[in-house]
């Protein structure tokens, strides 16, 4: 399972992804799904990863490949963002033109979506979430946050919270409430979580930071949004039972 998740403020870009890709009684599988292919100076590229592992794996090594490969296109010489979200959508569809029909012949979805945000050199930082059909969509001021996997339960913070107005720490601390919020409720998210903050017109990424289960910052922010929550309940009127019209 996953939860990722960009969020777009005017002044930068905020990233968020769990390493869960399978959890049970007796099962816990780690994998990075967030993964950094920024030049510093020239362009930050930041990509998050869903669905069936072995197809987002299969187009990270080709994204490395054209790297590679001085003569091929690749995320280092495309032209804009939207370039770069249209170049991995293409992938996208490569690897499911090679494995989709031996998956689904066995019953396996195939199915592989990622977040790309970050900026080029003289262009304005910009968000996308692209499909598994290779098409994609923008995130904007009006909608400003984009989720891969098990959005649900990390959604109503996002939506009472979060603005294309808030500050960077803000946007940062949305992404974590909205990340533990998830891992609360679905156990197929989890540590280690990346966060990755990214300042407009930087042009490099000089805030990270990965949290383990154990992490003492983790486990206190997850503390005190549960006490501050149940506080803030205690606070509301009552219910009108005398004029409900029950």
């Not at 598994?132 to 913070?157: R, S």
């Not at 197929?188 to 992490?215: M, N």
């Not at 149940?230 to 009552?238: G, K, N, S, T």
Request: hydrophobic share 35%; with cysteine; glycine share 8%.
């Amino acid at each position: 399972m996953t939860y990722c998740l960009g969020l777009l403020t005017q002044s930068g870009l905020v990233f968020t992804s769990d390493s869960r890709t399978n959890a049970g009684v007796d099962s816990v599988a780690t994998y990075a799904k967030l993964f950094d292919f920024s030049q510093e100076g020239d362009r930050v590229l930041v990509i998050m990863t869903s669905g069936n592992l072995s197809s987002s794996q299969s187009v990270m090594s080709l994204l490395k490949q054209d790297l590679e490969d001085a003569g091929a296109e690749n995320l280092h010489n495309l032209p804009s963002m939207y370039a770069v979200a249209r170049y991995l959508g293409s992938k996208n569809r490569t690897i499911a033109e090679w494995d989709r029909p031996s998956l689904e012949s066995s019953n396996i979805s195939f199915s592989s979506r990622m977040i790309v945000g970050g900026q080029i050199k003289g262009q304005a930082h910009e968000l996308y979430l692209i499909y598994t059909e290779g098409n994609c969509i923008q995130a904007t001021p009006e909608t400003p946050f984009l989720q891969l996997g098990e959005t649900k339960y990390g959604k109503p913070i996002l939506d009472r919270a979060f603005r294309y107005e808030s500050s960077l720490e803000d946007a940062a601390r949305c992404a974590l409430i909205s990340m533990d919020a998830t891992m609360r409720s679905n156990l197929g998210v989890g540590p280690p979580i990346e966060i990755v903050a990214y300042t407009a017109d930087s042009l490099r990424i000089s805030q990270r930071c990965r949290l383990g289960e154990q992490d003492e910052f983790l486990i206190n922010t997850r503390r005190q949004w549960e006490q501050e929550l149940q506080r803030l309940v205690a606070l509301m009127p009552p219910v009108p039972w005398d004029g409900c019209g029950c």
